[in-house]
């Protein structure tokens, strides 16, 4: 594959934005698993803010959240990047088997 071909392949395989995954799982933590296919985890991170949201009275909640955050949208961030990758491992294996 010719330099030009593999980076067609590369920007056809840019499913999802890694940085726009992060960002948007820093300030919504919910919407940034959804946007890189995480329906469960989602959910899971919905009971989690509404707890950090009442814990946040005591004054705890906030550490948590923050910190919780910042895991989140780490965690999105790596799985932007494999989405990524394997829509980019399709590409080149349905381009290799056109051409062979």
């Keep these: ?10 920007e056809k395989a840019q499913v999802k934005s890694p940085g ?3 960002i948007l799982a820093f300030f919504f933590p919910v919407l940034g698993a959804f946007y890189v296919r995480k329906t ?20 705890i909640g906030l550490v ?3 910190l919780c955050r910042l895991i989140t ?4 961030y790596q ?4 989405l990524n990758q394997q ?5 080149i294996s349905m381009r290799q088997a056109v051409a062979g």
């Design 40 to 59: 469960l985890i989602a959910i899971g991170l919905l009971f989690l803010d509404i707890l950090f949201f009442v814990l946040s009275i005591i004054g």
């Design 1 to 10: 594959m010719d330099p030009l071909e593999a980076r067609l392949a590369l």
């Design 79 to 82: 799985w932007a990047r494999a």
């Design 73 to 76: 949208a780490y965690l999105c």
């Design 20 to 22: 726009f995954a992060a």
């Design 64 to 66: 948590f959240m923050f």
């Design 87 to 91: 829509a980019l491992e399709s590409a």
